[in-house]
């Protein structure tokens, strides 16, 4: 991704597997929304890629993935309005260098984001959220399935594209296209304070803004900046299957 992406490591979230290798954690990625979206993988430095890191999902289908059952790592977003031009192939959002198969790359802001960490062992908890931290493209949820204490489902069910600021709206082709996606306010205005870095890089220094209210007050169950509540992590035990949905 896009160095503003993934500016917020502090969230990286913990998914677990279970112990028997016959029982591995399913990753399940499902389209709900009525358009195509191309979902993609990345994971984090030193973890393989899954699914060769992108694909197609067309509406109302969905793929599994099996998580490997040792530690591993990543992030998942939805690339929308693809296309190919000859040999190239782009996406309005999310675009991960202009790939079907992003194989390791990120993508680029705006884009919704799910990040997950699977641990072989080690108590099998699974901890997760959603990310709009770095703006928004599709209303996305992560559901985990059989999993032991309290599961919520997590995300953003709203569509906020209809709704996004002018200053944050972000148009393919620029200024006078469709709105594809809704920046953060750090990826419009590019300031410390908004992109919590430098002296505001603390909890005590980065705080919500206008921007991220906009998004907070739509979809409060995700982070919103790069220090939110770290409530919003939530916990799982020994999920068979985490799934995140795009439209859900």
Known sequence: ??????????????????????????????????????????????????????????????????????HWSGRVWARTGCTYSGTAFSCSSGDCGGRLQCNGAGGAAPASLAQVEAHHGNGDYVSYSVSLVDGFNVPMTVT?????????????????????????QHRVPAVHGPV????????????????????????????????????????????????????LLHQCSSPHELKVIFCH
């Open 1 to 70: 991704m896009a160095s503003s992406l993934f500016l917020c490591t502090f969230f990286i979230l913990a998914v677990t597997t279970l112990t028997s290798p016959t029982a591995a954690l399913i990753l399940t990625l499902v389209n709900n929304c009525n358009y195509t979206v191309w979902p993609a993988i990345q994971p984090n430095a030193g973890h393989p890629v899954l699914a060769g890191g992108g694909f197609t999902l067309h509406t109302l289908t969905h793929q599994s993935i099996p998580v490997p059952d040792v």
């Open 144 to 168: 985990p399935h059989e999993g032991k204490g309290v599961c919520p489902v997590v995300g953003c069910r709203a569509e906020l594209l209809a709704t996004c600021p002018s200053v944050l």
């Open 180 to 231: 594809v996606a809704c920046k953060s306010g750090c990826e419009a205005f590019h300031t410390d304070e908004l992109c919590c870095r430098n002296h505001f890089n603390s909890p005590h220094t980065c705080r919500e803004s206008v921007y991220s209210t906009f998004f907070k007050h739509a979809c409060p169950n995700t982070f919103t900046y790069a220090h939110d509540n770290p409530s």
